[in-house]
């Protein structure tokens, strides 16, 4: 039996969960409201201040599917209660951001600065002009967002100029050395 999976979901003050035909599953909180369909096989139930995943039987299928159920539907009552964060950090000599508006600008060693649209749900937040806060209730989302921008310079090994994570680390490399003997 999955470990995760057969743990209960406590259901905070404030937030309710309901649970519509065809495993969509709602729910709402200070923070705003999520709602997701979970696979049709598992079957999510709610018993006073707690949710219960439980599965039909031990297919493969469906061992799979218990503990990424319950996950997902925990990550929901996470969200709306608390929210989810990622923070980047801007490494490199004239590299910096800031926000316009909805808009984060960015100078990353370009000929041109880049920006990043804020998209909704998520919202930016600069600490200063190298660190980057990301915030939002969907895990999924506010992963995806940092990643995207991320990606718009990764760090490199020689130097780790670049947007990283606040709690990557960067494996340098060494380069070149001397000259020819």
Do not use: C, W
Not at 23 to 44: E, F, H, Q, S, Y
Not at 51 to 71: A, W, Y
Not at 131 to 140: E, L, N, Y
């Amino acid at each position: 039996m999955s470990r995760i999976g057969r743990m209960p979901i406590a259901i905070p003050a404030g937030v309710e969960v309901s649970i519509a035909e065809g495993n969509v599953v709602t729910v709402k909180g200070p923070k705003g409201t999520l709602i997701k369909t979970m696979n049709p096989a598992m079957n999510i139930a709610v018993d006073g201040s707690e949710i219960h995943v439980t599965r039909p039987n031990d297919e493969k299928l469906n061992r799979s599917l218990h503990g990424l159920t319950r996950t997902l539907v925990h990550n929901m009552v996470v969200g709306v209660t608390d929210g989810f964060t990622k923070k980047l950090e801007i490494n490199g000599v004239g590299y910096r951001a800031q926000k316009t508006g909805k808009q984060l600008v960015m100078s990353l060693g370009y000929s041109h600065p880049v920006t990043v649209d804020e998209i909704e749900g998520i919202t930016i937040e600069l600490i200063d002009q190298n660190k980057i806060t990301i915030h939002g209730i969907d895990k999924q989302a506010v992963g995806q967002f940092a990643a995207e921008v991320r990606s718009k310079r990764p760090p490199e090994p020689y130097k780790g100029k670049g947007i990283k994570y606040a709690n990557e680390v960067i494996r340098r490399k060494v380069g070149k050395t001397g000259g020819k003997k």
